[in-house]
């Protein structure tokens, strides 16, 4: 028996009526999904810790999401695991005419436009009315990595800035609207819309400098607790607290994390 079959067996039997898991009969798509975003966020995060017993772990975890949402439409007659496998299958094959076919691409940037092709091609196909060029972008997507979907779907189109110093102003102007916005005093949906604008416009900068926003950000918050820990721990060897302590002590401290660091990268 192979391994893929043995998992199957092993879902099958986690939600059979008669001995199985009250917990896994009682799932549904739309339950799972929260643990399949965190399964996938974990799986990053092994990748980043180059941490590769956990990657497969991690992977393997994934992995379980797919098969209990096959399992849960195989029971109502839609779809099975084959089904799944059979359709990124050939889609892969559909999508890499210069693998299983005559095509020719001259290298990766060459294949990605021509994926991208592909791709608005089937979106197409599959319309019901008039095709948009965002149609497919889910709105489930975390925030920061559907507004860069967005971006890079009505750039494709030629509506996007000339260039990076454009994408600067934008964020500049919209800084300048939300300071307007709280200094009225406005309503909250009001900063709250400014807010999501300056977002936006921030997001339109990384795609304009090649760097993921998702990725960006998760750094800084990366770098931010690390060196709020710092501040802590030489605060803790001062007998202090960050409540005792308070801001001006704080930065200080903050300062000194910022030029270890820096000293560290410059060895």
Known sequence: MSDIQALLDIMARLRAPEGGCPWDREQTYASLVPYTLEE????AESIAAEDFDELRDELGDL?????F???????????AFGDVVGAIADKLTRRHPHVFGDATVRDAQHQTAAWEQHKAR???????GAASALDGVALALPALVRAQKLQRRAARVGF?????????DKVVEELEECRVELARGEAKDAVQEEVGDLLFACVNL???AGVDAETALREASVKFERRFRAVEARLAAEGSTPQQAGLEAMDRHWDAVKDAEGAERNR
């Open 206 to 208: 990384a795609r304009h």
């Open 160 to 168: 996007d800035w000339d260039d990076v110093d454009g994408v600067i």
């Open 69 to 79: 949402y096959a399992r849960i439409a195989e029971e109502e007659g839609r779809f």
């Open 122 to 128: 089937e979106r197409a196909e599959r319309a019901q």
């Open 63 to 67: 992995l379980f999401q797919v098969v």
């Open 40 to 43: 996938a966020y974990e799986v």
